[in-house]
């Protein structure tokens, strides 16, 4: 009787472990297929960071994956991703941030629906911020703060120059410049010229979040009142 016992467990326990690998493996092999028409890579950079495609639910991003149509990654607390296009542009999403990115007709598309992130454009690169049924496009080779508060998107530019786009109306900027994006509105106001400007040292990627350290210089356009 005892022997019967056992050997049920044994197959029980060989049907279970049977299934996780399964099932594992068709995640797996869901995303390495899905790699076949990768618009990028996603690069966990935190212990809370997690990618979710239009067939799996949420799973936590331990290495670089590829991300395809419709993909969307998250941060949480004290987290960062990397997004490498394969047009050659990079996004350094914020802690706490939620980013769709997408594709139509060529044309990279990112839905930001909460947070922040860093764009870094290779030059000759376009890319549509899309919000509902609307979007606009930027292009140029700067770095710029995008983020969301409440409905609108603001567009802050770090370094190198910027072009932003919304039907037939066009707005060129330069480090410092920041500009408004309404769904309903489109571009809310003209181009404001910040006070101050960060001007870091490091090549590649600018580093800006709440909780990141970088080296500066002031430059400061007048005197006056200023904050950061």
């Known amino acids: 009787m005892k022997r019967i016992e056992i050997g049920i467990v044994a197959l029980c326990l060989i049907v279970a472990a049977f299934s996780i690998q399964r099932l594992f493996f068709n995640r797996t092999q869901s995303r390495n297929m899905s790699s076949l028409g990768a618009i990028g890579t996603v690069t966990p950079m935190g212990a ?7 067939t799996n639910d949420w799973a936590a991003l331990e290495n670089t994956e590829p991300v395809v149509k419709y993909d969307r990654v998250f941060t949480g607390p004290q987290s960062r ?3 490498s296009l394969e047009s050659g542009s990079h996004l350094l999403v914020s802690p706490q941030t939620l980013v769709i990115i997408s594709e ?9 629906e909460s947070g922040a992130f860093v764009s870094k454009m290779k030059k ?43 039907n037939q109306k066009e707005d060129n900027l330069k480090a410092g410049d920041e500009i408004e994006w309404s769904e309903i509105e489109g571009l809310l106001k003209d181009k404001v010229k910040n006070a101050i400007s960060l001007m870091s040292p490091m090549d590649g990627l600018l580093w800006s979040a709440t909780d990141a350290k970088i080296d500066f210089t002031w430059s400061r356009s007048k005197a006056g009142e200023s904050s950061i």
Do not use: C, P
């Open 104 to 112: 139509n007709e060529g044309l990279k598309e990112l839905s930001l």
């Open 48 to 54: 809370d960071v997690r990618l979710k495609s239009q």
């Open 81 to 83: 991703a990397l997004v």
């Open 124 to 166: 000759g690169d376009r890319i549509a911020i899309r919000q509902g049924a609307k979007s606009f496009v930027i292009e140029g080779d700067g770095q710029a703060l995008i983020r969301k508060t409440d409905q609108n998107i603001h567009i802050g530019l770090l370094s190198g120059d910027l072009k932003v786009q919304e």
